[in-house]
Structure formats: C-alpha cells, structure tokens
C-alpha cells in the first residue's frame, strides 16, 4: 500500500513558475514508477509527466516539455513536477500517482497506476 499526499499547488501569474511535491509512504517507494496527470475543469484526466523507479528515464507530454521537469528522490521518498512558463491553460487539479510495473511505451496510460493522490489545485491567471 503506498499513500501519496500532493502539495505546492497555489495560484501564480502566466509565465510564473510552481513546483509541486508528492509526498510517498511506505518502504517500497523506490520500486514505482511515477507520473504527473491533470484535470481542467470540464475535461478528462490527462497524462502530463512521468519518472521511472530510478529516475533514469523521464517522459512528457508534448504540451509540457521543455517547461516542465519531473524528479523525484527515494531518499526523502518524494517526487517533484517543477513548472516554468505556466499558461493559463496549464490550469488543472494535479494529481501524482504510483505505478509498480508498466513500460516505457504505457507510462501515460491512467490504467497503469495503482495509487493516487487526492490532488492540488493550480491556477494561472493571464
């Protein structure tokens, strides 16, 4: 069983930057993957990043990368999603999640995820 707590959500200005936190429990965070999915209001959940269990292999959707990077540290068994140059559209609820087996090709797939966290809100205003 792995707890996920989220937090660094907050309202910021376009162009500004946030960086999020997920805070794991458990002894076994280092042997999940971990992404990165938002919600805008009146849409589905969508992929945004994602790490691998050692963090040598990171992954993003084409709407984030290049602004957005994904980290984490097993030491402090946490992951981090930095956000630079937020848009408006960037505006979601936030959630990371834990994967403890997938693909490289499968690491946006929802479906893969075990655990979830409740989420933070981000909002950029223009």
């Known amino acids: 069983q792995v707890h996920l707590m989220e937090s660094g959500g907050g309202l910021v200005q376009a162009g500004g930057s946030l960086r999020l936190s997920c805070a794991a429990s458990?002894?076994?965070?280092?042997?999940?993957?971990m992404g990165w999915f938002r919600q805008a209001p009146g849409k589905l959940r969508e992929f945004v990043a994602a790490?691998?269990?050692?963090?040598?292999?990171?992954y993003y959707a084409d709407s984030v990368k290049g602004r957005f990077t994904i980290s984490r540290d097993n030491a402090k068994n946490t992951v981090y999603l930095q956000m630079n140059s937020l848009k408006p559209e960037d505006t979601a609820v936030y959630y990371c999640?834990?994967?403890?087996?997938?693909?490289?090709?499968?690491?946006?797939?929802?479906?893969?995820?075990?655990?979830w966290g409740q989420g933070t809100q981000v909002t950029v205003s223009s």
């Open positions: 458990g002894r076994t965070f280092s042997s999940y993957a």
């Open positions: 790490i691998s269990w050692s963090g040598g292999s990171t």
């Open positions: 999640a834990a994967a403890s087996w997938t693909t490289a090709q499968a690491m946006g797939v929802q479906q893969n995820y075990d655990y």
